[in-house]
């Protein structure tokens, strides 16, 4: 069994990797299209308003797209394909313009262009770059009550292209938190820079300024974004950085014991659950267990093992969010289930297993547009303690 998202056989793979063609057509031709477009809105709004001032109207918003979509780079906000993302968007304002004719009013019509230019500044310019630090807690029963919290941060789909204003903000944060423990569950570059020298280079760069005490350590995640090569290319001999391979390691936690497992991520549930039974055969009885797991899929099977928290991310908790309904699209086989945040799954004879779903820090690669609606980026501090488990905020 595979995964949305992650098998190059299955459309939604195909649509994010296809079309970055389009970022080589000339913007003359881009223009052209724009300008038919327009043409066509004019059409369907001449019984209403004379041909020339609709058409001009619909690409004067389509024009304030590009320079918008254009202007994410020169800023070091983002860098994927631009023309994928303007066209999307000018399909998207001609298809509106369509539904709002009937309606017959021009200032109707100019209030939802106007709106929609609104959400494009938002999403790309506005929320990507506003990372939270989301606070939880979690008490183990193997640790004595007398044993002090420890802080752990956990960081999930890094998603990097260049070094931009969000990876400054979030080092900047990271040396402000100073956790005792890091955590990186995967995805560290984009699907469309994760051969990309510079991309490697930029990404090694941020990587190699995580610090704590206790150490970093890390996992890789999708195998089409975290291709072998690359990701040894950033992880491999950097200081204070262990790269766990389907393997465990104990740590001393304030004077008690703490077992990190870390696997890599194949998609394949029943192997990675095997490579999990594996790896846990090296922990000892009572010691807590931290799971360290691209995709939150492998849940039901940690909850049926040893592991008291597991951490993931790969949803990006959707990314896009519509209101009330939440992830439109979550690239998982429980669907909605597991789309973000923090979920407790039953085990047998056992307190429950803690599972945390990241919304990540970075965005989609491909021509996926860097965007972000109601779905801020986040790292997770973890405060650890003994006793019973009290309830995360």
């Known amino acids: 069994m595979t995964y949305p998202g992650t098998d190059p056989k299955k459309l939604?793979?195909?649509?994010?990797t296809a079309p970055v063609i389009l970022e080589s057509v000339p913007g003359w031709i881009i223009l052209l299209v724009?300008?038919?477009?327009?043409?066509?809105v004019g059409l369907f709004w001449r019984s209403t308003l004379p041909l020339g001032i609709s058409a001009a109207g619909w690409l004067c918003f389509s024009l304030l797209d590009w320079g918008l979509l254009a202007g994410l780079p020169r800023t070091r906000r983002s860098f994927g394909p631009i023309r994928p993302s303007l066209l999307g968007l000018a399909v998207l304002r001609a298809v509106l313009a369509a539904l709002l004719q009937p309606a017959g009013s021009g200032w109707l019509a100019l209030s939802a262009m106007a709106a929609l230019t609104g959400l494009v500044c938002y999403a790309t310019w506005v929320e990507p770059f506003q990372i939270q630090v989301t606070e939880q807690k979690l008490a183990f029963s193997q640790w004595s009550r007398d044993t002090p919290p420890l802080r752990l941060l956990h960081l999930s789909d890094l998603h990097l292209e260049r070094i931009g204003l969000r990876e400054e903000r979030l080092n900047d944060l990271i040396a402000e938190l100073c956790p005792d423990l890091i955590c990186f569950s995967g995805d560290i570059l984009s699907l469309s820079h994760n051969?990309?020298?510079?991309a490697i280079a930029d990404a090694r760069t941020v990587i190699a300024r995580w610090r704590a005490p206790l150490g970093v350590y890390a996992v890789t995640g999708s195998p089409l974004v975290d291709v072998p090569q690359s990701a040894a290319s950033v992880l491999e001999g950097l200081p204070h950085l262990r790269w766990l391979c389907d393997q465990s390691v104990i740590l001393n936690a304030n004077g008690r014991p703490l077992a990190l497992v870390g696997l890599s991520c194949s998609h394949n549930p029943a192997a990675d659950g095997?490579?999990?039974?594996?790896?846990?055969?090296?922990?000892p009885p009572d010691t807590p267990v931290i799971?360290?797991?691209?995709?939150?899929d492998l849940a039901p099977h940690a909850a049926r093992s040893r592991v008291d928290l597991q951490l993931s991310g790969h949803t990006h908790g959707g990314q896009i969010r519509a209101p009330i309904y939440g992830a439109i699209i979550t690239s998982s086989v429980y669907g909605k289930r597991f789309e973000m945040g923090c979920y407790k799954l039953p085990r047998a004879?056992?307190?429950?297993?803690?599972?945390?779903?990241?919304?990540?820090i970075g965005v989609e690669g491909g021509i996926a547009p860097r965007a972000r609606f109601l779905c801020r980026p986040e790292i997770i501090l973890w405060t650890l303690g003994a006793g019973p488990a009290p309830s995360s905020h």
Do not use: F, K, Q, W
């Open 12 to 16: 939604l793979h195909r649509v994010l």
């Open 349 to 360: 004879g056992a307190e429950s297993l803690t599972l945390y779903v990241s919304r990540g």
């Open 274 to 283: 095997r490579n999990l039974t594996a790896a846990l055969e090296e922990v």
């Open 34 to 40: 724009l300008v038919a477009l327009a043409t066509s």
């Open 195 to 198: 051969e990309d020298p510079r």
């Open 291 to 296: 799971l360290i797991y691209h995709s939150p």
